[in-house]
């Protein structure tokens, strides 16, 4: 009869929440945040490689770990990343569990199992595993240990520890995280709630894609482990050859990103990432050349400013200035009409008659404003700068409206 008892609920709790949560004191920014890879290399003796990677897609489960069966099938099937497609000819589709077989049966699909849980923590864990600790802090978000890509385990049952509206701010963060690369210069709140360009920077599903590929790009430049094998040709049961593929090494594994400045470089990798998949900048110039003054908060941005700018300059095509023209004579137009001594046009009616007068005078060549006071009477040109000013406000507005 072994000695050893079994451990309280209360000391299986604290093992949890030890394996869980990193201690403030080791969240350095030259440590953390951090994601890190587990080499295939520990499993398998060689992989497979297409020559064209689909893109991988995630599929989750709803009960990934019921038996180690399961555990085992999840955890090699995702370590096999490198074989994308292909990664299903390394399994006996029998002796995977039903809901992996099914997704075997398709074909070679590139896919990568999560488990399903209320937080949505293992389908976005790159996307929060890329935000520093002064973020977390921000939005009240976990001070989680470093993640790892992709998933092979969850033996301390996470879920458990996060906030019942992890997902929620966790879309904050990663947006206030990924926004000066979409609007460099201003800031979020300078937008409307349902602006498309902050509607796309919290949408955690477009950014999965993308955080990804940026994954697969730096452990793509790995070494390989020395396993023996020479890259060649797949040569299947049959005999025939796999098509579009090629068998090597498995590369190592490591850090995918270490500390502050590393992830701040893998979030510009992330941002490039969707730029190719997902056309990003083909979705922010199409959002910035229909933009309408909705989009916008009550708060300044440059984004507002060069949006007005543009605006009211197609707008006003027609500058008011008051210039000397000597010698010439007024030109009336079909639509003129002869008000006693006055000529004018459709904007003269807008004009009191003391105005229009000032309008003529300066057409017929009366420019100086103290020669238009000696003809209107006034003692000196003050009243004349001041009625010059209302009339050009008046055309401004008048000519605005075409």
Same mark, same amino acid.
């Given at each position: ?81 490198? &074989?994308? @497609?292909? %990664?299903? +000819?390394? =399994?006996?589709?029998? *002796? ?6 099914? $997704? ?109 590929? &940026?994954? @697969?790009? %730096?452990? +793509?430049? =790995?070494?390989?482990? *020395? ?6 040709? $797949? ?168």
């Amino acid at each position: 009869m072994s000695d050893e008892r079994e451990p309280t609920a209360a000391e299986m709790l604290a093992w949890r929440r030890d394996s869980v949560f990193l201690p403030e004191a080791e969240a350095s920014p030259e440590e953390f945040p951090y994601l890190r890879n587990i080499s295939a290399g520990f499993v398998f003796a060689g992989v497979v490689r297409p020559l064209e990677p689909a893109s991988p897609e995630y599929v989750t489960l709803s009960t990934p770990h019921t038996s180690d069966r399961e555990f085992l099938a999840v955890a090699q099937w995702n370590m096999l990343w490198e &074989a994308a @497609q292909f %990664r299903r +000819r390394f =399994f006996d589709v029998d *002796d995977l569990p039903e809901s992996m077989a099914k $997704v075997a049966d398709l074909g070679d699909v590139n896919v990568m199992f999560v488990p399903r849980t209320p937080m949505r923590y293992f389908e976005y864990a790159p996307l929060f595993h890329l935000l520093s600790k002064r973020v977390l802090d921000m939005f009240g978000l976990p001070l989680l240990r470093g993640g790892q890509w992709p998933f092979v385990a969850d033996d301390a049952g996470i879920d458990d520890f996060l906030p019942p509206d992890f997902e929620f701010r966790l879309a904050r963060a990663w947006a206030w995280t990924v926004w000066p690369h979409l609007m460099p210069g201003s800031k979020m709140k300078g937008f409307s709630a349902d602006d498309p360009i902050r509607l796309l920077a919290h949408n955690l599903d477009f950014w999965v894609p993308a955080v990804t590929a &940026a994954i @697969q790009g %730096r452990l +793509r430049e =790995f070494p390989e482990v *020395d396993k023996g094998k020479t890259p060649g040709p $797949v040569t299947l049961e049959d005999g025939s050859v796999l098509a579009g593929a090629v068998a090597g090494n498995p590369r190592t594994g490591g850090p995918v990103w270490f500390g502050e400045d590393d992830a701040h470089d893998a979030v510009v990798e992330t941002v490039l990432a969707a730029d190719q998949a997902g056309h990003l900048r083909g979705i922010l110039d199409a959002v910035r050349s229909h933009r309408v003054e909705d989009d916008f908060s009550s708060h300044w941005s440059y984004a507002r400013e060069d949006f007005e700018r543009k605006l009211y300059g197609k707008r006003r095509k027609v500058t008011v200035r008051f210039v000397e023209l000597t010698d010439t004579i007024p030109v009336q137009g079909p639509e003129s009409e002869v008000l006693g001594n006055l000529v004018t046009n459709d904007f003269l009616t807008l004009l009191d008659a003391r105005n229009q007068q000032i309008v003529v005078l300066l057409n017929s060549g009366v420019t100086k404003k103290t020669e238009i006071a000696d003809v209107l009477g006034y003692a000196n040109h003050s009243p004349v700068s001041k009625r010059l000013a209302q009339i050009r406000r008046a055309a401004e507005s008048y000519f605005d409206e075409y």
